[in-house]
């Protein structure tokens, strides 16, 4: 078997034309166009080149940037002021803290602190609580993105089994509660690093979600054949970037993302349809 491909960049590249319909639509009724904020604290080569990459999507689609760094030493206070002030901008639709934070600073405090109204990246308490209520609210980016990747490949949901590995806030905690809502109706499996037998987990899934940030985890001998394989994990070596998945994975799979060029570029779209969608929302209330 050979994988058809999930092609995340060229999706990516596709949502950014419709959006940018959109945010010019918004554009003229509020009389600005939608500001997306970030916040990162350091100078992590992953994390800039992240957010560089979400200020350049931001001028693709006719989006305003708002960029906040700190230094690595920033502290707990001086981050919290940041988050202050962007809560108070009206040019601000919404913002992200681009994660990880230094290990010095408390992450939950300061994705508390967020005004949930302007979290473009759902990870907000809140947020997370409509997620579970089955509420509308802003989506995490990387969950939303393998959602609507495997919609518009018409990868079956309704009834697959899915393995996600890796429990991080970003991707295994909250794609469980997307892929399990009426509308997907999968049925999820979340691995860990303490998961006793994980091959056979993954052997028993239709789709496999590898974030667990552990080079070539995921080998072509713990697959189901035809099964979906997206490689969410990223992991910088000195030969460059490594994914979760092992590249002869491809020709046990039926689909499979990439990484480089399928979940990471959709993750990025999402996060701009979320300021949109905000955008959006705020005009539609007096
Ligand atoms: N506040 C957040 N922090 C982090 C998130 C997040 O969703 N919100 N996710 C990741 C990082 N991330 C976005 O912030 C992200 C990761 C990877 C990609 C991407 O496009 N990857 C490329 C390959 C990487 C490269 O070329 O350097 C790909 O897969 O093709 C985009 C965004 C953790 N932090």
Redesign the pocket.
């Known amino acids: 078997m050979n994988a058809q491909l999930l092609d995340?960049?060229a999706t990516a590249a596709e949502i950014r034309r419709e959006l940018a319909e959109r945010v010019a639509k918004s554009a003229a009724a509020v009389g600005r166009p939608p500001g997306l904020g970030t916040v990162l604290v350091g100078d992590d080569p992953?994390?800039r080149?992240?957010v560089a990459?979400?200020h350049r999507d931001c001028a693709e689609v006719g989006i305003a940037s708002i960029r906040r760094d700190l230094p690595a030493d920033a502290s707990q206070q001086q981050v919290e002021e940041t988050i202050d002030e962007l809560n108070a901008d009206p040019a601000c639709t919404g913002y992200?803290?681009?994660?990880?934070l230094p290990r010095h600073l408390d992450a939950n405090a300061v994705l508390e602190r967020m005004d949930p109204a302007k979290d473009a990246?759902g990870?907000h308490p809140v947020n997370l609580g409509r997620l579970v209520l089955g509420v509308e609210a802003p989506l995490?980016?990387?969950p939303h993105g393998i959602v609507e990747l495997l919609r518009r490949y018409e990868v079956p949901l309704a009834g697959a089994r899915v393995c996600v590995i890796g429990r991080g806030i970003?991707v295994g905690r909250p794609i469980g509660l997307l892929l399990t809502r009426r509308s997907e109706n999968a049925t999820v499996t979340l691995c860990h690093t303490a998961t006793r037998g994980l091959a056979w987990h993954v052997r028993e899934a239709d789709i496999v979600v590898a974030a667990a940030g552990s080079p070539g985890l995921v080998t072509p001998d713990m697959l189901r054949p035809g099964a979906a394989v997206l490689d969410v994990g990223?992991t910088r070596t000195g030969q460059g970037?490594v994914g979760d998945v092992h590249p002869d994975a491809a020709q046990v799979a039926g689909w499979l993302a990439p990484?480089?060029?399928?979940?990471?570029?959709m993750?990025?779209a999402m996060?701009l349809a979320n300021v949109v969608e905000a955008a959006e929302r705020n005009a539609n209330t007096p």
């Open positions: 995340g960049k992953g994390s080149a992240y990459g979400k992200i803290v681009q994660l990880p990246d990870l995490p980016c990387t970003t990223i970037l990484m480089p060029g399928g979940v990471g570029p993750t990025r996060l």
